[in-house]
């Protein structure tokens, strides 16, 4: 849209638009102030440190210093220049990690600076190896003039990230004297009571002889110490047996164990809580049950009702005649509606006086005739199709467990 103005008119608009502009500089300004008036009441004059982790582990003894950082060669303006042939590979890449390795470089930092007008905007990137791991992306922006309340920005978010990326170290107390450690599905060594885990959340699991299996998921944050108190539930082993009510050859297995056969009947030993049990006969057929705890007694024996075909393979079985008295019922519906249709058309031909002779009554008795005749044979297959339905869940049910008493 083109707006026409005279050239008063037009000067009166460009004044009123150069005022919304320096009132909107007034207003950063004035922000740039008060955030420039905060960080100086919250942060000493910036001074470049190495060892600005040392106190991040404190005991009331001493002061205990877990990570020592170093610039590269020792120097804050010597920066490191990454080779021609990696200067367009990813972070993450085997050549990039090798070389970073080679330089002795376990953090290193990349950044962008752009300048428009007289604002600035800085953004870095700080990426740990070995690994090519990026643990922290940040970004700031301001007045070219209040560069050094950008910098104390990023310094105090990077102070932060570096921080969170160091490893946590935990403790465990309470374990049985057998007791092992899993971190993330992964087992510690038979002793380890203590060990270190990078920062984030991690999956603990302890287990011990006799004792019930126990474990949690945790948000751990970087250097920290975690003392972790374990309280294992002790189980008492029962012994019980197991007898298949019918005359079937097969073994039982209860809680991953396979029961010890003695004369007819199979022994186990359990650890006191519910058991999950299953019977596999010779012909691999599969009986399900369980046994509460509140069930369990010492050295009872315990009647299994058990299947003596494949379940699997008759419910597969079951399916398919399941299947094919439905198709079967479908197909019987053509015939009905087509005969149901011919019927309607005499009654509505009747009605309007269109037959009067004998041989189209004899045709109308005869479409109801096969009308009624395809109805009956539909309504069977309706039966068939209910029969087989009841004896494919009935069948289905069969592969839960059954609880034993």
């Not at 004044?15 to 009132?23: F, G, L, Q, S, V």
């Not at 220049?81 to 890449?93: F, I, L, P, R, Y």
């Not at 197991?242 to 010890?260: D, H, L, Q, R, T």
């Amino acid at each position: 849209m083109v707006l026409s103005y005279s050239d008063k008119a037009y000067e009166k608009k460009l004044k009123e638009a150069e005022n919304k502009i320096a009132d909107i500089q007034k207003q950063i300004d004035k922000n740039l102030e008060t955030q420039k008036a905060i960080i100086e009441n919250t942060y000493k004059e910036p001074e470049i440190h190495t060892d600005f982790l040392s106190k991040r582990f404190q005991t009331e003894e001493e002061t205990k210093n877990i990570e020592n950082i170093a610039l590269y060669k020792n120097d804050s303006s010597c920066l490191y220049e990454v080779s021609d042939g990696n200067k367009t590979a990813s972070k993450d890449s085997a050549a990039l990690e090798k070389e970073m390795v080679s330089a002795g470089i376990n953090g290193f930092i990349t950044g962008h600076i752009n300048v428009y007008s007289q604002y600035i905007t800085v953004s870095i990137e700080l990426t740990m190896y070995p690994g090519g791991k990026t643990i922290a992306v940040l970004k700031d922006y301001g007045l070219i003039d209040e560069i050094d309340i950008i910098v104390l920005n990023l310094v105090a978010e990077l102070n932060a990230a570096i921080t969170n990326s160091l490893p946590s170290m935990v403790t465990v107390s309470g374990l049985p004297e057998n007791g092992r450690i899993y971190v993330d599905n992964k087992l510690l060594p038979e002793t380890a009571r203590a060990f270190s885990v990078d920062a984030g959340v991690h999956s603990l699991e302890f287990a011990a002889k006799d004792y019930k299996n126990t474990g949690t998921s945790y948000f751990f944050q970087g250097n920290q110490k975690y003392n972790i108190q374990v309280q294992m539930e002790e189980v008492s082993p029962k012994i019980i047996y197991f007898k298949a009510k019918s005359p079937v050859i097969g073994s039982f297995y209860a809680n991953g164990y396979e029961g010890k056969q003695e004369d007819d009947k199979a022994v186990l030993t359990i650890n006191g809580k519910t058991v999950l049990g299953q019977f596999i006969s010779q012909e691999n057929a599969n009986s399900f049950f369980y046994i509460s705890e509140q069930n369990l007694t010492e050295e009872k024996l315990y009647d299994i009702p058990v299947n003596y075909q494949n379940t699997s393979d008759y419910i597969e079985k079951r399916r398919r005649w399941m299947y094919t008295s439905y198709s079967v019922l479908v197909t019987s519906l053509i015939p009905v509606f087509y005969c149901k249709g011919q019927v309607n058309s005499y009654i509505n031909a009747n009605s309007l006086g269109y037959i009067t002779s004998n041989e189209d009554l004899a045709k109308a008795n005869k479409w109801i005739t096969a009308s009624n005749i395809t109805t009956g044979i539909s309504i069977g297959c309706g039966i068939w199709f209910t029969y087989e339905l009841i004896r494919y869940l009935y069948t289905a049910n069969k592969v839960l467990p059954v609880e034993v008493k």
